[in-house]
């Protein structure tokens, strides 16, 4: 329910009318002390709203379609909404009538006095928002005073370390109001779309979109919000892999059932697909399910949900991928989002078929699963077709060296194996990483790739390059006024949030990297940020993390996770081995970490 509170600052001095209306005009209803409609959308969708109004003295009458408040002290309005969705492709997503629940949902939330439902919020609120706290050093007190529109104009150097926490903490914010367990996951707009024309439908982007809405869950505290978009996923396979059977350009030519599933570039949540197929996004979804048991090490997830879908996917790219005459093995006829042609070997879904093939060989041998399946698949991954670099020092994004210097489009797509993958890296790669980063300082952060969700990816690629003055740079870029609305909200023309979560993302990047089989400490702290903290953030392993530096340092550390596993810490070239000790924190000095 949504609650609002309305008071006098004098007894008996609010009055006025309250109206509920419909943004599809079914008429609404008042009577006694509530306000109702319902009605169903174009598409047979049913929908039904109540308000109830509930006064401190004075009166509530009906008039017309609304209430009429006289004399009142304070008046609290309660609101309940809901349509006939259920995420259940048997009964076409179809459920009940609505009016019922939204009846009874209300009438629950009557029972309670407004001072235990705004309790109840925060302590909901409060049990995951603070799970992570976050210190990058105080801001002025000029800018502190200044509204929100105005400061972030002027944070143009680093100097309002105060409101690029806030940054973070916002979109930790966003993502635990828009999902949560049982509810649909976080869309384009989140739950802030007032539209009914939104841009894009309001839906799911596969190319990156919806994947970076939940870049944050992990790593900064809110694995349940994960949740939704595995329901989501896992109630529109029966669709998609129908879909996918009907395409011509999935048929197989000797005949054979396809197996598995792919996703167009863009999805509702009714099983129906949008644009062109964005062939490797069935992967790239996989890296998901994989990603949150890596970081909770939920083996009955892994068991039970990650590993159906990731075996399932595997089979799909091990029936489609193409031979070349050297053997290697290469995507066919795919694309790079959203930029080029359509051909062979993009090394976008070279990247992520790969990051796909190495997720289901560790996943099958944690398991011990399917062990002849996983040698099999294991070889296919050593023929990949791997990255190259061009002319002028570039990763290439296309198996044809056409990458242009002077290209500064919004998409980074070749770079996925930087980040959220992990086939490219400083230790593992370090030809291939300085190529990456070679192709990002060509993007630039001008023209096209002026956007603010493009800020948020390079803001972790540079966190990954260890760049921390580059990985800021990108922050401050998202905070300008183009990038950023008057209340922080993504500005991808009008509205769209997957920067916000995006940064968040960035953020905790820089502070914290768990990829590459060792916890890293402030792998790219700017200079901004000299002396911080933080509490809470999460790494791979099931490991939470809190730190503690100044002047650049690190000062300490501490560390909890399953009692008895092994972590490697690494700070600068420093790297030491601790046993977990459970929920009990294993504290690291500066000195420890040196050794």
Request: proline share 6%; glycine share 8%; aromatic share 8%.
């Amino acid at each position: 329910v949504m609650v609002v509170r309305l008071t006098a600052s004098r007894a008996g001095e609010l009055r006025g009318e309250i109206v509920l209306k419909d943004a599809h005009s079914a008429p609404s209803e008042a009577k006694d002390a509530t306000i109702h409609f319902s009605g169903m959308l174009p598409n047979g969708r049913k929908y039904a709203a109540r308000l109830l109004a509930k006064a401190e003295g004075g009166a509530l009458r009906a008039q017309g379609q609304g209430l009429r408040m006289e004399g009142c002290t304070a008046v609290t309005l309660l609101f309940s909404a809901a349509t006939d969705y259920v995420m259940d492709p048997a009964a076409h997503y179809r459920g009940t009538d609505p009016s019922p629940r939204v009846e009874q949902t209300l009438s629950a939330a009557a029972a309670r006095s407004f001072t235990d439902l705004r309790a109840r919020q925060a302590r909901d609120y409060a049990a995951l928002f603070g799970r992570v706290r976050l210190d990058l050093g105080r801001s002025p007190a000029a800018r502190l005073a200044l509204p929100t529109d105005e400061r972030k104009g002027l944070d143009t150097a680093g100097d309002d370390p105060e409101l690029e926490a806030l940054l973070f903490q916002y979109g930790r914010y966003l993502l635990l109001s828009c999902s949560r367990p049982g509810g649909l996951p976080a869309n384009l707009q989140g739950l802030w779309n007032d539209s009914l024309q939104p841009p894009w439908h309001s839906d799911y982007h596969a190319n990156i979109n919806i994947q970076m809405n939940y870049w944050p869950a992990e790593p900064a505290g809110l694995p349940e919000c994960h949740l939704p978009l595995f329901d989501l996923i896992d109630s529109q396979l029966p669709l998609w892999r129908k879909a996918t059977q009907a395409a011509p350009e999935y048929g197989l030519p000797d005949g054979r059932a396809v197996r598995g599933f792919a996703v167009r570039t863009s999805h509702n949540i009714d099983g129906g697909l949008g644009w062109q197929w964005d062939k490797t996004a069935n992967a790239w979804y996989c890296r998901h399910y994989w990603e949150h048991y890596l970081f909770t090490g939920d083996r009955a997830f892994l068991r039970a949900r990650a590993y159906p879908i990731l075996k399932e996917t595997t089979e799909f790219w091990e029936d489609h991928l193409k031979a070349l005459p050297d053997g290697k093995l290469v995507v066919p006829q795919a694309w790079s989002p959203e930029h080029g042609p359509t051909e062979d070997g993009v090394s976008y879904s070279q990247e992520i078929v790969w990051d796909l093939f190495s997720n289901f060989v560790e996943a099958s041998r944690i398991l011990d699963l399917d062990a002849d399946y996983r040698s099999r698949i294991a070889a296919m991954r050593e023929r990949l077709l791997w990255p190259k670099i061009g002319s002028w020092g570039q990763l290439q994004e296309w198996m044809v060296d056409r990458d242009d210097p002077n290209d500064h489009h919004r998409h980074t797509s070749h770079l996925f194996a930087v980040h959220p993958g992990n086939q490219i890296s400083l230790a593992k790669t370090p030809e291939l990483a300085r190529a990456a980063e070679k192709s990002l300082i060509a993007r630039g952060q001008t023209d096209d790739s002026n956007r603010e969700w493009a800020f948020a990816w390079r803001t972790s690629l540079w966190a990954r390059f260890h760049e921390p003055e580059r990985a800021h740079s990108m922050l401050i870029a998202f905070l300008s006024t183009p990038s950023t609305l008057i209340n922080l909200f993504g500005n991808h023309p009008p509205m769209q949030m997957d920067g916000n979560f995006g940064i968040t993302a960035g953020i905790a990047e820089m502070l914290l990297q768990s990829h590459e089989g060792e916890i890293r400490l402030l792998p790219a702290l700017p200079k901004a940020w000299a002396t911080g903290s933080v509490t809470g953030l999460r790494a791979r392993g099931g490991v939470t993390v809190s730190m503690q530096w100044r002047d650049g340092a690190l000062v300490s550390a501490s560390l909890s996770g399953p009692a008895g596993e092994r972590a490697i810490i690494a700070h600068g070239e420093h790297r030491t081995t601790v046993t977990l000790r459970g929920a009990r924190a294993q504290k690291l000095d500066s000195q420890l970490i040196a050794r």
